[in-house]
Nanobody, 125 residues
Framework: QVQLVESGGGLVQAGGSLRLSCAAS????????MGWFRQAPGKEREFVAA???????NYADSVKGRFTISRDNAKNTLFLQMNSLKPEDTAVYYC???????????????????WGQGTQVTVSS
């Protein structure tokens, strides 16, 4: 089992920045790809960004150029640097980890095995 705990959420004005962290514990050696997803009120959870164990990244078009995903494998921590935040970025942000190297699809929630509890990000206009 892998446990994921997000932190760093909060309230920020439009144009501001936040940095989310996701600390992993447990059988972290089994993790392969990791990602961030978000769910706004009344909407389905959606893909934000993902990163492979080797550092290759993938972003949703809505955040490309504003968000940066990174990971520190030695510290088992995933990050999401969010710049130029917009009110439409308001959501609960979840980190997730996938185990399979062959079956993991960065944008597919079904291919992630472990999820954090989420952290709220609110962007005011």
């Amino acid at each position: 089992q892998v446990q994921l705990v997000e932190s760093g959420g909060g309230l920020v004005q439009a144009g501001g920045s936040l940095r989310l962290s996701c600390a992993a514990s447990g059988r972290t050696f089994s993790m392969n790809g990791m990602g961030w997803f978000r769910q706004a009120p009344g909407k389905e959870r959606e893909f934000v960004a993902a990163i492979t164990s080797g550092g290759s990244t993938n972003y949703a078009d809505s955040v490309k150029g504003r968000f940066t995903i990174s990971r520190d494998n030695a510290k088992n921590t995933l990050f999401l640097q969010m710049n130029s935040l917009k009110p439409e970025d308001t959501a609960v942000y979840y980190c997730a980890a996938g185990v399979s190297r062959l079956l993991w699809i960065p944008r597919s929630q079904a291919t992630y095995n472990y999820w954090g509890q989420g952290t709220q990000v609110t962007v005011s206009s």
